[in-house]
């Protein structure tokens, strides 16, 4: 076990934390109070993680929760964002937009793979200053497995252990939707974290092959993150029209979440209500982190997590075969 992994994890993610790409501009225009609005509704209901990263509105994201935090006591939260994708001037610009990657904001920036230790501590300089805060909680190396997961490995995650034997980091990880990169980065590196998009939920549980034994053996922490599958598992009837993983859900998929809808419902329980919880039954899941750039959305799943599920429930859904 990793004495760094051990001392490094930070205390109090909680069991929600918010996730910051939808005040990024994902999928639609946000305006800024209503985004102010979500982060004002997570901090008042009690969270105290806060999650962004560049990706998110080539910077939005960043910008827009580092202006909700400086208004609030530094020491009383935990801030995490994400390298390997640096933002550099569009020399292509002309009034387009960054849908192709699913953000409603103007293509100004593009991003350029970088997880060289120049660009790493370039990427956590250009947070900062996006944020106007003086330190970051947690850096993880984020999607190398989309670029070149090799190189990002062998460079990324040194670098960022680095940086946080220099104190310039608080933690270090891994943010990725796949649960065979992050299980490759816990072995060969030396992690505290890793954030695990997707593929540990009530749908869906790759992350337990190997993933979540190899951190729970190594006192590595996992943040569990898109928990609803992208909004498929967000209503209590899973429609047709819903996204999964980020595009639309195949049928298969679909037929899946909908029986699960069914085993909940005749349990007395909605899905979400299911599906938000579910990852903190495994031992190494340190925190849920969902994300939403409604306020009305930030305090359902905040009274979503505060909902009591008995043990019978959990059992009922094993004996159906539905989770594990």
Not at 49 to 69: K, V, W
Not at 126 to 132: A, I, N, V
Not at 238 to 264: F, H, I, M, Q
């Amino acid at each position: 076990m990793s004495t760094s992994a051990r001392s490094a994890q930070p205390a109090g993610l909680g069991r929600l934390g918010y996730g910051g790409a939808s005040i990024g501009n994902l999928y639609r225009e946000v305006a800024d109070a209503d985004a102010e609005a979500a982060l004002d509704a997570a901090w008042a209901g009690g969270i105290r993680y806060f999650d962004t990263a560049p990706h998110y509105g080539l910077g939005l994201s960043e910008r827009r929760m580092g202006e909700f935090l400086r208004g609030r006591p530094r020491d009383e939260y935990l801030l995490s964002t994400k390298v390997g994708r640096v933002l550099e001037p569009n020399p292509d610009f002309s009034g387009g937009d960054d849908l192709a990657h699913e953000y409603a904001v103007p293509d100004r920036t593009v991003r350029r793979f970088d997880p060289s230790e120049a660009g790493v501590r370039r990427s956590i300089e250009d947070s900062l200053e996006r944020l106007g805060l003086d330190r970051i909680d947690i850096a993880y190396l984020h999607d190398p497995d989309a670029y070149d997961l090799d190189r990002g490995l062998a460079e990324g995650l040194p670098a960022l252990a680095k940086l946080r034997d220099e104190g310039v980091v608080g933690a270090i990880g891994i943010g990725t939707n796949s649960a065979d990169a992050a299980a490759r980065a816990v072995r060969e590196g030396d992690l505290d974290l890793v954030m695990i998009a997707g593929r540990f939920t009530l749908l869906e549980q790759p992350a337990l092959a190997e993933l979540l034994p190899l951190c729970e053996s190594r006192g590595v922490g996992v943040v569990a993150a898109a928990v609803f599958n992208s909004g498929l598992l967000a209503t209590a009837s899973p429609e047709a029209g819903a996204r999964y993983d980020y595009a639309a859900v195949p049928s298969e998929v679909l037929a899946r979440a909908r029986r699960l809808a069914e085993a909940c419902a005749a349990e007395g329980v909605e899905l979400p209500v299911a599906a938000i919880q579910y990852p903190l039954r495994h031992p190494a899941v340190r925190s849920v982190v969902v994300g939403s750039a409604r306020a009305s959305s930030v305090e359902q799943n905040l009274a979503r997590m505060a909902e009591p599920l008995p043990e019978e429930f959990w059992t009922s859904l094993a004996e159906q075969g539905l989770i594990p």
